[in-house]
């Protein structure tokens, strides 16, 4: 009598586990992904008051300023740098 509701539930198994969604696999710990990938990466950054382009690392640890105008371009929080 109960087999209608239990057909209809959608268990957390049924995802296809040689094709994840995106959204899924990068909610996932960096080294239990299908493949292993890091969280960070580099951007590129203008300056407000320059225009001036910087690389910045996502996972900053200091502050990063401008090279011309030394305007602060990030401040570095516990994981990401947070832009200003």
Do not use: W, Y
Not at 5 to 31: G, T
Not at 63 to 76: E, F, H, M, Y
């Amino acid at each position: 009598h109960s087999t209608n509701s239990s057909a209809v539930m959608v268990l957390a198994s049924d995802i296809d586990l040689l094709h994840p969604p995106a959204e899924f696999e990068k909610s996932k710990h960096k080294l239990k992904r299908l493949v292993q990938s890091p969280n960070s990466f580099f951007m590129d950054v203008k300056c407000q008051g320059c225009f001036n382009i910087t690389t910045v690392f996502s996972h900053s640890q200091t502050v990063v300023l401008c090279g011309s105008c030394s305007a602060v371009l990030c401040q570095p929080t516990g994981g990401r740098a947070r832009l200003t």
